[in-house]
């Protein structure tokens, strides 16, 4: 098969006799997501709607294409993106935020993991007062919107994703959200005469 | 005993943030967690949509061989440290390799 150039797909793609192009695109992504989405147990009725799904997303968003890449390693992008995101979506289906704060809580963790390894009681002392200092600080300086999500993210290995859908916003704005909230921790941490690897030294020195 | 209107709303706001799971305290391992996060923050880093954007881009200099950290710093920086993206760019990794390798 001749690759058609950038401009090539564009101009097949937006031609009123767009279907033999059109008919190729959905080949390549297809293929694209056997391979993207390999060892992953995926049907293939599920592969054929997320190409067909992510086949209509491309051909909405053609504009959007700068050509800053090939055309088709543009187009897998977008694809790879829907089908990972219905893939997290699905396997999260059952889990709420408060699901994933709740087995935390009932873990039988103790504060002794901190203090058990310290070389002598100094040290296990400075930790304690270490820890308390910084849960201080999380609290003045976060908002409950920015603690609810780094716990989140922290704790169950949820995708920003779904922890921005449970949340009612979006992947990028709570990655900004989150950014924010360690931008603010660091610079209030400066402010006190604490640099985050000096307190890192006395949390996991042995 | 009748208590001044503003010691009971003081009283009232102990007891609601005893009550309220958001207002305990971190774990001590989740403060550590916490710092090392904020140990390794940067100014400039890149959002999602910023990342996705340059990904195709950043993908071909991989595949090219090419040093794409070097080229898109802020890209590698991003992938470090968002599993939704790092995930998606190897997926994009895997897609285009099977078709470079004409599998």
Redesign the interface.
């Known amino acids: 098969m001749s690759e058609r150039t950038n401009s090539e797909w564009l101009e097949a793609l937006r031609s009123p006799q767009a279907d033999m192009a059109i008919a190729d695109l959905r080949v390549?992504l297809l293929?694209?997501?056997?391979?993207?989405?390999?060892g992953r147990g995926i049907t293939e009725a599920d592969l054929e709607d997320f190409a067909q799904e992510a086949l209509l997303k491309v051909l909405a968003e053609l504009d959007s294409f700068r050509g800053?890449?090939?055309f088709?390693?543009?187009a897998?992008?977008v694809?790879?993106?829907v089908?990972?995101t219905e893939l997290?979506r699905r396997h999260w289906r059952e889990v709420s935020l408060q699901d994933l704060?709740t087995e935390?809580?009932d873990s039988d963790?103790t504060?002794a993991?901190?203090t058990e390894n310290a070389a002598d009681p100094g040290q296990a002392a400075m930790r304690t007062l270490m820890?308390e200092k910084?849960?201080r600080l999380?609290?003045d300086e976060l908002t409950?919107k920015q603690?609810?999500a780094?716990?989140a993210v922290?704790?169950g290995?949820m995708?920003?994703?779904e922890v921005a859908e449970r949340m009612g916003t979006n992947?990028?704005a709570l990655?900004?959200l989150l950014?924010d909230a360690?931008?603010r921790?660091?610079k209030r941490?400066l402010r006190e005469g604490l640099t985050?690897?000096d307190?890192?030294a006395i949390?996991?020195a042995t | 005993m009748n208590k001044t209107p503003i010691l009971r709303r003081i009283w009232y706001k102990i007891r609601r943030g005893k009550r309220n799971g958001h207002m305990r305290p971190l774990q001590p391992e989740q403060v550590v967690q916490m710092v090392r996060m904020v140990a390794a923050t940067r100014p400039d880093e890149i959002g999602c949509d910023e990342c996705f954007e340059q990904l195709d881009r950043f993908v071909e200099l991989h595949l090219a061989g090419k040093n794409a950290a070097e080229a898109l710093p802020l890209v590698q920086d991003h992938l470090a440290r968002c599993g939704d993206c790092r995930e998606e760019f190897e997926a994009l990794l895997a897609a285009l390799q099977a078709e470079l390798e004409g599998v």
């Open positions: 390549r293929r694209g997501l056997r391979y993207a989405l390999a800053e890449a090939r088709i390693t543009w897998q992008k694809a790879v993106r089908a990972l997290r704060m935390r809580d963790f504060p993991v901190l820890l910084v849960q999380i609290a409950d603690r609810l780094m716990m922290m704790q290995g995708p920003l994703q992947r990028n990655y900004k950014h360690r931008r921790l660091q941490m985050p690897d307190l890192l949390f996991e």
